[in-house]
T-cell receptor
Framework: GESVGLHLPTLSVQEGDNSIINCAYSNSASDYFIWYKQESGKGPQFIID?????DKRQGQRVTVLLNKTVKHLSLQIAATQPGDSAVYFC???????????FGSGTRLQVQP | DTAVSQTPKYLVTQMGNDKSIKCEQN?????MYWYKQDSKKFLKIMFSYNNKELIINETVPNRFSPKSPDKAHLNLHINSLELGDSAVYFCASSQKQGQPQHFGDGTRLSIL
């Protein structure tokens, strides 16, 4: 998702549902991608990463999908829980560059 | 055990003052970073150091001067603070390029 105006795009889901958060990137040279979760008052926390030689990677309750053709990344969270409520960022980088370029973030709200 | 720790957590000061933020990581990582997060939650790289050497300086004003006394510490000194410097500043570290960065919990800088 992309920011509109002053507000982060927000995804609101019911507890127990699956969530899908999307991210578009622009640099075709990017070869390493990370999803971060940021809770209020905290720093970004690593969730899962994927390299460009893969198109899918699974973790515990999370799956990242990478479509290099359309430069799109998604994070799927299974059985979303209230503790998953946070702002989620995708980040990208490429070989030789040590810094990350962050996407604009998506706020996930989980309704009990 | 805090992996990446920043001090202070909050910093409120007057325009024109000089202030410093400190960062320490106990992960044994070679690379450290400073990021700035604005009011729209957008995260942007400012500096990156690898083994005490500056490797990235992303068009940050000269008023910002990072200093790395050893590879476990990266401090940020800011001269002549301006209203636009109000933001949350995050320190991060990583072992090497292509591996996840670990973030501190941020320093919220407010300029009066």
């Amino acid at each position: 998702g992309e920011s509109v105006g002053l507000h982060l795009p927000t995804l609101s889901v019911q507890e127990g549902d699956n969530s899908i958060i999307n991210c578009a990137y622009s640099n075709s040279a990017s070869d390493y991608f990370i999803w971060y979760k940021q809770e209020s008052g905290k720093g970004p926390q690593f969730i899962i990463d994927i390299r460009s030689n893969m198109d899918k990677r699974q973790g515990q309750r999370v799956t990242v999908l990478l479509n290099k053709t359309v430069k799109h990344l998604s994070l799927q969270i299974a059985a979303t829980q209230p503790g998953d409520s946070a702002v989620y960022f995708c980040a990208e980088t490429y070989t030789g560059r040590r810094a990350l370029t962050f996407g604009s973030g998506t706020r996930l709200q989980v309704q009990p | 055990d805090t992996a990446v720790s920043q001090t202070p957590k909050y910093l409120v000061t007057q325009m024109g003052n000089d202030k410093s933020i400190k960062c320490e990581q106990n992960l044994g990582h070679d690379t450290m970073y400073w990021y700035k997060q604005d009011s729209k939650k957008f995260l942007k790289i400012m500096f990156s150091y690898n083994n005490k050497e500056l490797i990235i300086n992303e068009t940050v004003p000269n008023r910002f001067s990072p200093k790395s006394p050893d590879k476990a510490h990266l401090n940020l000194h800011i001269n002549s603070l301006e209203l636009g410097d109000s933001a949350v500043y995050f320190c991060a570290s990583s072992q090497k390029q292509g591996q996840p960065q670990h973030f501190g919990d941020g320093t919220r800088l407010s300029i009066l």
